[in-house]
Structures are given as structure tokens and as C-alpha cells.
């Protein structure tokens, strides 16, 4: 399988539903929660990808620009989008 069709067979999508125990004040999706989701379907789509373990190193940005009410089923979708490479962390670079 060529790296094309790797990063195709890895897309990841999840349905979940917004339950008033993941909710704020307002009624709609707590961010973190969002987050939390969306970090939990991106792991997925890498794992799938690379068929090694893999966790979130950063995240520069997320903006969230419409509230997601309480009773929504909502879409994940992890894509992956770009393939480097970086060091592995050797013992003594841990914390």
C-alpha cells in the first residue's frame, strides 16, 4: 500500500451525541470536551495510520465559531494530513 492510500484507509470518523452531562450553563458542548473528542478521533486516525503508539504533541489553534447544543449528534472526522519524522524521546528526555 503506498503512502496515497496509507493516509485514505486512516481517515477516522466518529459520530457521538451532546448529552446535558457534557454541557455549560448555556446548555451547549463544553469546549474542552470538544477538545477532548477531537484529540480522541485524531489519535485514532494516527494510530491507523502508523500502527504505532502516538500522542498529541501540540495544538497550535482551535477556534470555535458556532456553539453545539445539548441533543446534537455531531461528526468527528480525522484526516491525516501531513508525514515527518521526528526523534523519538530517549529515558532521560521524559518528564
Same mark, same amino acid.
Given at each position: %500500500?503506498?503512502?496515497?492510500? !496509507?493516509?485514505?484507509?486512516?481517515?477516522?470518523?466518529?459520530?457521538?451525541?451532546?448529552?446535558?452531562?457534557?454541557?455549560?450553563?448555556? #446548555?451547549?458542548?463544553?469546549?474542552?470536551?470538544? %477538545?477532548?473528542?477531537?484529540?480522541?478521533? =485524531?489519535?485514532?486516525?494516527?494510530? !491507523?495510520?502508523?500502527?504505532? %503508539?502516538?500522542?498529541?504533541?501540540?495544538? #497550535?489553534?482551535? #477556534?470555535?465559531?458556532?456553539?453545539?447544543? =445539548?441533543?446534537?449528534?455531531?461528526?468527528?472526522?480525522?484526516?491525516?494530513?501531513?508525514?515527518?519524522?521526528?526523534?523519538?524521546?530517549?529515558?532521560? #528526555? !521524559?518528564?
Amino acid at each position: %500500500m503506498n503512502l496515497t492510500e !496509507r493516509i485514505q484507509a486512516s481517515e477516522t470518523r466518529v459520530f457521538k451525541t451532546v448529552f446535558p452531562n457534557t454541557t455549560n450553563h448555556y #446548555d451547549t458542548l463544553f469546549g474542552g470536551t470538544a %477538545m477532548a473528542m477531537m484529540d480522541e478521533v =485524531a489519535f485514532m486516525a494516527a494510530t !491507523r495510520f502508523s500502527r504505532q %503508539m502516538m500522542v498529541t504533541v501540540s495544538s #497550535d489553534r482551535i #477556534d470555535f465559531k458556532k456553539s453545539i447544543p =445539548a441533543g446534537t449528534i455531531i461528526e468527528l472526522v480525522g484526516r491525516v494530513k501531513q508525514v515527518g519524522n521526528t526523534r523519538p524521546l530517549s529515558g532521560t #528526555d !521524559r518528564n
